[in-house]
């Protein structure tokens, strides 16, 4: 059986706190042999609707991250842009209104916009499709083992994301067990700590 090797969740300089160039995507993605790319700047889709018209090598995927009142939601395959600041369950209407998917991303951080105090009852609700149990950007592994204790107990599947804001190579790390990705951690024994509002791709598998 073939991986595919898949990205859930990066950006690029449309979401105005990044700098990754589609171009940069589409070189990075052929370095680490990536098949699909879910391309999630902050409340814009232009990037990824643009990406997907053009041949980079890799297959991708038109999504964004919404800022909610709750925390921020992802919505996947996307055909139109999903405002921003709407409540949290309108947000998931529009998602589903166009076929697409609800994701979860860093779900249990608490130094960033999460999800994590609504979400049990999202889950509950049939409104989340996929939580995030690895994100690349955490400052420690715990709140991604949360989530994928989560996404176990609600019988979610997960997903994995770079969260990358830059292009800058970085020595891949071990990902937490179960997981095929070849991820780093932001913070690591003997390691550097990523500066807030970066994260480096070696990337999910």
């Avoid at 309108?90 to 130094?111: E, K, M, N, S, T």
């Avoid at 916009?113 to 509950?124: E, T």
């Avoid at 950007?137 to 989560?150: D, L």
Wanted: with cysteine.
């Amino acid at each position: 059986m073939s991986l595919v090797r898949v990205d859930c969740h990066l950006h690029t300089v449309a979401s105005g706190d990044a700098v990754t160039t589609l171009e940069q995507l589409a070189e990075r993605a052929a370095q680490e042999s990536l098949d699909v790319v879910c391309v999630t700047d902050h409340n814009e889709t232009a990037a990824a609707v643009t990406a997907a018209g053009r041949d980079l090598g890799v297959r991708i995927i038109v999504g964004e991250e919404i800022r909610t009142p709750d925390g921020d939601i992802i919505g996947l395959f996307l055909s139109e842009r999903v405002p921003y600041v709407l409540p949290v369950a309108d947000v998931v209407a529009r998602i589903r209104a166009q076929g697409g998917l609800v994701y979860a991303p860093h779900p249990f951080d608490q130094d960033r916009s999460s999800l994590g105090r609504v979400l049990p009852d999202l889950c509950a609700a049939g409104a989340v499709d996929i939580v995030e149990v690895f994100n690349a950007k955490t400052e420690t592994q715990v709140p991604n083992e949360r989530a994928a204790a989560f996404a176990t107990a609600y019988a979610l599947p997960g997903g994995a994301g770079s969260d990358a804001h830059d292009p800058a190579a970085r020595p891949p790390l071990p990902a937490p067990a179960g997981l095929t990705a070849r991820a780093g951690w932001p913070a690591v024994p003997g390691g550097r700590r990523r500066r807030r509002g970066t994260a480096h791709w070696p990337w999910p598998a």
